[in-house]
């Protein structure tokens, strides 16, 4: 893995491969210990106005995708995932995700999955137009089809690990990035200029939907829980509520202002700060995003192993320093990628998370030293 270019025949490049590992044979008490090791240097980052940590993501693609499925399957793929990750020099330990796809808060609208065989579950928009899903009956999402199995997950997780193990909220959306799942997203843009009041209460009412789903998560999850979770180098000691906003790429950064951004920050209100997630290019609207009230951490790919269009550093250097804003910086590459791209990304006063792929521990711990280096 050179970090040079993206891998199109990959399934899933950002994966690493483990073997299952049951919860009879997981040593949870482990895990836990080696869990707290890291918690003292996590909260001290948190709390501080600079600084880095690195993070190796252990991501298994079955989790991610028709995998999520069978949720004895998916805990122990996981718990493989975390029994390898030990062995890898990091400072943020990995963690448990109950991921049941990207359609829990569509399924309140009546939206049900359809699945094809090895892949990922899909939605597919059940309205033309905004003003039919604001006019639609909706059921709390954890009593929905999609919502009430993603709780399934969270509690059968809980109960084979004896919530000893780290572990986040499902993959959490966007209101705008939900939006896409319920209302035809060519006619929710044209909405934007036609009917912009009826685009921003919808969007808000996703976020209340949201917002309810995420309470009954954190009561199920309990003290185990990990922010901002799925996506982001997560933990007990971090805060605010991990979104993905990749829609952000299809609008220009005042329309995300006046549209997105106020369903975002209501939801940072209630817990405790949000973050910002796009795949792709987001550089031009940096400068923006870092405005939204209560915004904790951001994340992007910033190599071209990660994306085929992935970030400019510089840019995010520039934006976030001194902001007291983490940059969760994902690099796919071996250790030389990585070290290139912290030198164009770090700069003093910034929170950065460096989040690796190395493929072994030797070349783990040979960046994770590096990195460390670069950003005294």
């Not at 033309?128 to 604001?134: P, S």
């Not at 399934?152 to 109960?159: A, G, K, L, R, S």
Request: proline share 5%; glycine share 6%.
């Amino acid at each position: 893995m050179t970090g040079k270019t993206f891998d199109q025949t990959s399934a899933d490049v950002q994966a690493t491969p483990a073997e299952p590992v049951s919860p009879q044979a997981f040593d949870f008490e482990a895990y836990a210990d080696y869990e707290a090791s890291l918690l003292d240097r996590c909260r001290d980052f948190w709390l501080s106005r600079s600084g880095v940590l690195v993070h190796r993501r252990m991501r298994i693609a079955e989790v991610f995708s028709y995998g999520c499925r069978d949720m004895k399957a998916s805990l122990q793929w996981q718990l493989g995932g975390l029994k390898k990750s030990m062995d890898f020099k990091a400072d943020v330990p990995n963690f448990l995700v109950p991921w049941y796809g990207i359609g829990p808060v569509a399924s309140a609208f009546g939206i049900d999955y359809i699945w094809k065989e090895k892949q990922a579950p899909a939605v597919r928009p059940a309205f033309q137009y905004v003003k039919e899903a604001l006019d639609c009956a909706t059921v709390p999402v954890s009593q929905s089809s999609i919502g009430s199995r993603a709780i399934d997950m969270i509690d059968y997780f809980v109960e084979e690990t004896r919530g000893l193990i780290p572990m986040s909220l499902t993959d959490t959306q966007s209101p705008l990035n939900i939006a896409g799942n319920v209302v035809d997203m060519s006619s929710f843009f044209i909405e934007m200029f036609d009917g912009p009041d009826a685009v921003k209460a919808f969007l808000m009412k996703l976020a209340v939907l949201l917002a309810e789903f995420t309470r009954e998560q954190i009561e199920r999850i309990g003290e185990a829980l990990a922010w901002p979770g799925h996506g982001y180098a997560s933990c007990r000691s971090f805060e605010g509520l991990g979104m993905s906003d990749d829609n952000a790429l299809m609008i220009s950064s005042e329309q995300y202002l006046e549209f997105a951004a106020p369903a975002v920050e209501f939801l940072a209100e209630s817990f405790a700060g949000s973050t910002f997630h796009s795949c792709g290019d987001w550089s031009d609207k940096a400068d923006s995003v870092k405005t939204m009230r209560g915004l904790r951490m951001v994340d992007g790919a910033f190599s071209a192993a990660t994306d085929p269009t992935p970030n400019r550093p510089e840019t995010f250097a520039e934006a976030f320093a001194n902001t007291g804003i983490v940059v969760n910086a994902r690099i796919v590459g071996d250790c030389q990628t990585v070290v290139e791209t912290v030198k164009r990304l770090w700069k003093p006063g910034m929170k950065l998370i460096v989040v690796t792929f190395c493929q072994t521990p030797e070349e783990q711990a040979e960046a994770y030293d590096r990195v460390h280096d670069i950003c005294r």
